[in-house]
């Protein structure tokens, strides 16, 4: 007989809301933002739910299809709630050029110039649906590759770390821009971008 181990949940599983200092933005406004960070915030809440459900079921095989229901949903409010971390923390400290560094020399290696990764990006950004263009890097063959995610879960890269994510949900731009506006909307989200929180997150994940 399988002897089933249960353990309980504390604090110290629990995923906490981050707070962002972002200042003002071009395009996108301080009403929009805020609405965003709760949207945000929702996602550590059910992250933190589904989490708490899941111990709560425990190994009731009688549960078993409400497990299945609560594994199947957690990528999406926990990868919804990692998205969001990295989109906020680029706005912080106000926008910053791309140096002429580290990031910028891989970007011009895999893409052949910055120009050209940067129409690549933007034209993944533009793909139709909800969800994110998102700059990976893979480690085990040092190399940069882009992608669109769908949702916040479905086409993420296993394995490789995200150096850069931009929203493409509506409710990330459509106050501020309508649903036409979604191409300045990914021009104003470069404009505000502090690069040299991107080159901190390449950093981390290269070394
Ligand atoms: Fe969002």
């Not at 945000?40 to 425990?58: A, D, F, M, P, Q």
């Not at 036409?180 to 990914?186: A, E, F, R, T, V």
């Not at 505000?192 to 997150?201: A, P, Q, R, Y």
């Amino acid at each position: 007989m399988i002897k089933c181990i249960s353990y309980k949940l504390t604090n110290k599983h629990m995923y906490q809301a981050k707070t962002f200092t972002i200042p003002e933005l071009k395009g996108i406004s301080k009403k929009s933002l805020d609405e965003h960070i709760k949207l945000y915030e929702g996602y550590v809440k059910h992250t933190n739910l589904i989490l708490s459900k899941i111990t709560e079921i425990g190994a009731d095989e009688t549960k078993a299809y409400e497990l299945s229901e609560a594994q199947r949903r957690f990528g999406f409010e926990f990868d919804g709630m990692k998205n969001h971390e990295l989109y906020f923390s680029a706005f912080e400290g106000g926008a910053q050029n791309l140096s002429e560094v580290v990031l910028k020399n891989a970007i011009e290696k895999e893409w052949g110039s910055f120009e050209a990764w940067f129409a690549r990006f933007k034209t993944v950004a533009k793909t139709r649906g909800v969800g994110w263009a998102i700059l990976y890097y893979d480690k085990s063959a040092d190399k940069l590759l882009n992608a669109w995610v769908d949702e916040q879960h479905l086409g993420h890269l296993t394995g490789l770390t995200p150096v850069l994510a931009l929203d493409m949900w509506e409710h990330s731009f459509v106050a501020d821009y309508q649903p036409s506006g979604k191409p300045q909307y990914i021009e104003d989200f470069f404009a505000n971008l502090n690069w040299t929180k991107i080159e901190e997150n390449y950093n981390k994940a290269v070394n």
